[in-house]
C-alpha cells in the first residue's frame, strides 16, 4: 500500500483563507500580545513566524518583552494587566520561562477570555462535555483533529491509539476523538509506561503519535491501511548510505534534519494516510491558534 499523504500546507492554507474572509468582514482588528520573558534564540524564530502569520491575514501582533530577572509577582502582574486590557483579544506566554518562574501558577493566571492556546482551566475543561464547544482548545490537538478530517473518513467506533499522553497533545485528543455522543472513536491511550507497546499500535486504525522519540513506530507496528498522524518534531543527523554522519562543507559539523516519531519510509508503504514531517501537523498547528484567537474575539464582542 501507498500512502496518501496529508498535506498539512494545504490544509492551513484553506483555514487561513476562512479565518481571513471573516475578518475582513470585521471593522476592528483583533490584537494577539505575545509575552517573552528574556532571550531565547528558539522562541525567537517562533515568534518571527507568528508576527508574519499574524498580520498576513488582518491581526495586531504584539511583543511584550520582559527582563529575565523579572519575579514571579511581577509577571504575574503584568498578565493581570493584560487580563484586564480591553484592546487586547488573546494572550500567549513564550516558553520556556527562567528556572526560578513557575510556569503552570503564570499560565494559571491567563484569564480564560484571552486564552488563546486553550489551557486555561476552565477551557480545557470544557472538553469534557459532549454539549458544549469550547470557544479555543490546544492548538496542536486542534491541528491532529484537522488532519484526521481531512481524509474524509468517519472516526465513528474505530480503533484510535494515542501514544503520548500530554496536556497539550496526547490528553485533549482523546478528549476531541469522544467528543460525540454517536460518532466517537474507541480511543487507547499509551505512555512511556505502557507495556508492549506495539501490541496497541498494531490494532490501530487511526494512530497519532506524540512522544518526540525518533524512530519510537516502526512499520512493523502500524496496521495496514491505518490513518497515521505523527506530530513528532525531532531534530536528528544526516546519514548518507553507508550509515555515516553527512559533514557540512562550510561548518565542518554533522548536517542535521527534521524527523517525526515515525519511521516515514516504512510507515508510508503500510498506512492508508500519512502526515510528514515537517510539513503536517506543525503546518496547521499554526493556523489553529488564529483560528483560537477568532473564537475569543466573537466572544468578545458578544457573538
Ligand atoms: P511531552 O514531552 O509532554 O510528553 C511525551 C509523552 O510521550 C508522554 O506522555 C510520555 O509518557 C510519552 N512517552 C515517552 N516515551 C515513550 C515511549 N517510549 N513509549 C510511549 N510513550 C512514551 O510531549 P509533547 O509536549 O506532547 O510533545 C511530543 C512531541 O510532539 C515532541 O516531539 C514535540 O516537539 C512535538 N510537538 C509538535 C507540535 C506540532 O505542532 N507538530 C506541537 C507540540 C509538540
Given at each position: 500500500m501507498n500512502a496518501k499523504v496529508i498535506d498539512g500546507n494545504k490544509i492551513a492554507d484553506a483555514i487561513k483563507q476562512e479565518i481571513k474572509s471573516e475578518l475582513e468582514k470585521i471593522k476592528e482588528k483583533p490584537v494577539l500580545v505575545a509575552v517573552q520573558v528574556g532571550e531565547n534564540p528558539a522562541s525567537k524564530v517562533y515568534i518571527k513566524n507568528q508576527k508574519s502569520s499574524c498580520e498576513d491575514i488582518g491581526?495586531?501582533?504584539?511583543?511584550?518583552?520582559?527582563?529575565?530577572?523579572?519575579?514571579?509577582?511581577?509577571?504575574?502582574?503584568?498578565?493581570?494587566?493584560?487580563?484586564?486590557?480591553?484592546?487586547v483579544t488573546g494572550l500567549i506566554l513564550q516558553m520556556p520561562l527562567p528556572a526560578h518562574i513557575n510556569s503552570r501558577k503564570v499560565q494559571m493566571a491567563?484569564?480564560?477570555?484571552?486564552?488563546?492556546?486553550g489551557v486555561s482551566p476552565a477551557n480545557l475543561g470544557k472538553l469534557l462535555y459532549s454539549d458544549v464547544k469550547p470557544p479555543v482548545a490546544p492548538c496542536t490537538a486542534l491541528s491532529v483533529m484537522e488532519c484526521i478530517k481531512s481524509t474524509g473518513e468517519n472516526i465513528r467506533g474505530k480503533e484510535a491509539v494515542i501514544v503520548g499522553h500530554s496536556e497539550i497533545v496526547g490528553k485533549p485528543v482523546t478528549l476531541m476523538?469522544?467528543?460525540?455522543?454517536?460518532?466517537?472513536?474507541?480511543?487507547?491511550?499509551?505512555?512511556?509506561?505502557?507495556?508492549?507497546?506495539?501490541?496497541?499500535?498494531?490494532?490501530?486504525?487511526?494512530?497519532?503519535?506524540?512522544?518526540?522519540?525518533?524512530?519510537l513506530i516502526k512499520g512493523n507496528m502500524i496496521k495496514e491501511g491505518?490513518?497515521?498522524?505523527?506530530v513528532g518534531i525531532n531534530r536528528i543527523q544526516m546519514k548518507d548510505e553507508k550509515g555515516e554522519p553527512v559533514i557540512d562543507e562550510k561548518t565542518g559539523k554533522p548536517k542535521m534534519k527534521t524527523v517525526g516519531d515515525v519511521v516515514y519510509?516504512?510507515?508510508?508503504?503500510?498506512?492508508?494516510?500519512?502526515?510528514?514531517v515537517p510539513g503536517g501537523v506543525g503546518a496547521v498547528t499554526t493556523v489553529m491558534l488564529l483560528k483560537n484567537l477568532l473564537g475569543l474575539y466573537k466572544i468578545q464582542i458578544g457573538n
Open positions: 491581526i495586531e501582533y504584539n511583543l511584550v518583552q520582559l527582563d529575565n530577572s523579572i519575579t514571579e509577582d511581577a509577571l504575574i502582574a503584568e498578565i493581570q494587566k493584560i487580563n484586564r486590557d480591553e484592546k491567563i484569564s480564560s477570555q484571552k486564552d488563546v492556546e476523538l469522544l467528543s460525540s455522543l454517536l460518532e466517537s472513536a474507541t480511543p487507547t491511550v499509551c505512555h512511556i509506561a505502557t507495556k508492549n507497546l506495539a501490541s496497541h499500535t498494531k490494532r490501530a486504525e487511526i494512530l497519532i503519535v506524540a512522544v518526540g522519540k525518533a524512530g491505518a490513518i497515521v498522524i505523527d519510509e516504512e510507515a508510508v508503504n503500510i498506512a492508508g494516510y500519512i502526515t510528514p
